[in-house]
């Protein structure tokens, strides 16, 4: 398990790539909008044209603040089942490790990072003796994942069969704040489980 500096370091750089490119993308736009102001555009349809790639470029940051939140978690999740899931191959009748499995057959062996999410939260609260639902920020962490997968998989769309507070055809639309929240959520959720697993 990590430091909580190097946690609160890899979060900053998460929000300064955020912040620069928003400052970024709001210099343009206001630039744009001086211009249209100045009539130097020929109207709405020009403007929404000339700022598409702007916007389109703020779409893109918070998306790729998303996976990256996604990212960390999942791994920090994958390192903290790693304890659990040595234990639980300990016991178990067939090879789970590398050193107990011939070369040839190196490719049948699963990793606690080749677990379903489902499995690797599993592995923790057994393990640890947590219900990671009741820990700050796992709701965000778990709304930041469907987005994660949402775009992925569906371009955004959410899965009306697995949310059942969703339409058909209705879209993750993520926001500045929503990035700012996921970044918040992330570090209380991660705290608050290495918190939990050193009690």
């Given at each position: 398990m990590r430091h909580y500096i190097v946690l609160d370091v890899e979060l900053q750089a998460i929000r300064n790539f955020l912040n620069k490119t928003l400052d970024a993308v709001d210099t343009e736009a206001a630039a744009i909008c001086r211009q249209e102001e100045s009539h130097?555009?020929?109207?709405?349809?020009?403007?929404?044209?000339?700022?598409?790639?702007?916007?389109?470029?703020?779409?893109?940051?918070?998306?790729?603040?998303?996976?990256?939140?996604?990212?960390?978690?999942?791994?920090?999740?994958?390192?903290?089942?790693?304890?659990?899931y040595r234990d639980s191959a300990r016991h178990a009748k067939t090879p789970k490790f590398l050193g107990d499995v011939p070369v040839d057959q190196a490719s049948r062996v699963k990793f606690v990072y080749d677990l379903p999410i489902g499995e690797i939260h599993w592995l923790i609260e057994q393990y640890y003796e947590v219900k990671l639902s009741n820990l700050p920020g796992f709701a965000e962490v778990q709304r930041v994942r469907q987005a994660v997968n949402a775009f992925k998989h569906r371009k955004g769309f959410k899965d009306f069969r697995k949310d059942l507070g969703s339409k058909p055809l209705e879209r993750f639309e993520l926001t500045r704040e929503n990035a700012y929240e996921a970044i918040d959520?992330?570090?209380?959720?991660l705290r608050a489980l290495w918190k939990q697993s050193l009690g």
């Open positions: 130097e555009s020929c109207g709405l349809d020009d403007l929404a044209n000339t700022l598409f790639d702007t916007m389109e470029r703020e779409a893109i940051a918070i998306r790729a603040v998303f996976y990256e939140i996604n990212a960390l978690v999942e791994w920090e999740l994958g390192n903290l089942a790693l304890e659990a959520g992330a570090r209380s959720f």
